[in-house]
């Protein structure tokens, strides 16, 4: 069964500390790997994509990374502003008869303290 | 340029009414899906379609129906709500295998 777990459910730092959300996938064939922010009250925001192992996308404090069985969010330096929570989603090969399908993960929800 | 637009954002229902949620985009996509959102459980595919005229089901189907007449247009009809309807409805559109827009939901309670 396709799957997607994130981990930890909710992380907490103080400023400056850095750190890593966790996405671990299981799928009949990846297409592709999506990290989304949503912030309370609004719609899943885009950040990266990934789409084989190795790769790696960059945007200001965040970094995502993709290997055959998991993915990481690495936050440097985090801010208060990047407090939201973090969703990890997976398209698969042979998922709900379109490619574009996405199954999600249940999120992380990062506070930053300042 | 307004992206993905649901109205309404916040709506209460009896249980057995039926009413539709609105979902508009401006940027041409051909995909469009409609996810719900709850506590402890992720957003899950209740519908999609690839283009106008084609529609199918996703994980959650049950209790609701789907239409798209035009490539802008894909509301959403709860036929007669329950309260395990209770939940907040995404809707989101791409081009076919890139990264989905989401709207900012419909917060839904059926009492």
């Known amino acids: 069964e396709d799957q997607v777990t994130q981990s930890p459910e909710a992380l907490r730092l103080q400023e400056g500390e850095s750190s890593s959300l966790n996405c671990s996938y299981t799928v009949s064939g990846l297409r592709g790997l999506f990290w989304y922010r949503q912030d309370p009250g609004k719609g899943p925001e885009f950040l990266f994509t990934?789409?084989?192992a190795g790769e790696e996308k960059e945007k200001e404090r965040l970094k995502a990374t993709l290997t055959k069985k998991e993915s990481f969010l690495h936050i440097t330096a985090p801010k208060p502003e990047d407090s939201a929570t973090y969703l990890c989603?997976?398209?698969?090969?042979?998922?709900?008869?379109?490619?574009?399908?996405?199954?999600f993960g249940k999120g992380t929800k990062l506070s930053v303290k300042p | 340029n307004a992206g993905v637009t649901q109205t309404p954002k916040f709506q209460v229902l009896k249980t057995g009414q039926s009413m539709t949620l609105q979902c508009a985009q401006d940027?041409?996509?051909?995909?469009m899906s409609w996810y719900r959102q709850d506590p402890g459980m992720g957003l899950r595919l209740i519908h999609y379609?690839?283009?106008?005229?084609?529609?199918d089901q996703g994980e959650v189907p049950n209790g609701y129906n789907v239409s798209r007449s035009t490539t802008e247009d894909f509301p959403l009809r709860l036929l007669s709500a329950a309260p395990s309807q209770t939940s907040v409805y995404f809707c989101a559109s791409s081009h076919q295998d890139q990264p989905q827009h989401f709207g900012d939901g419909t917060r839904l309670s059926i009492l």
């Open positions: 990934l789409y084989s």
């Open positions: 940027m041409n996509h051909e995909y």
């Open positions: 379609s690839v283009g106008a005229g084609i529609t």
């Open positions: 989603a997976v398209q698969a090969m042979n998922y709900g008869g379109s490619q574009g399908n996405l199954i």
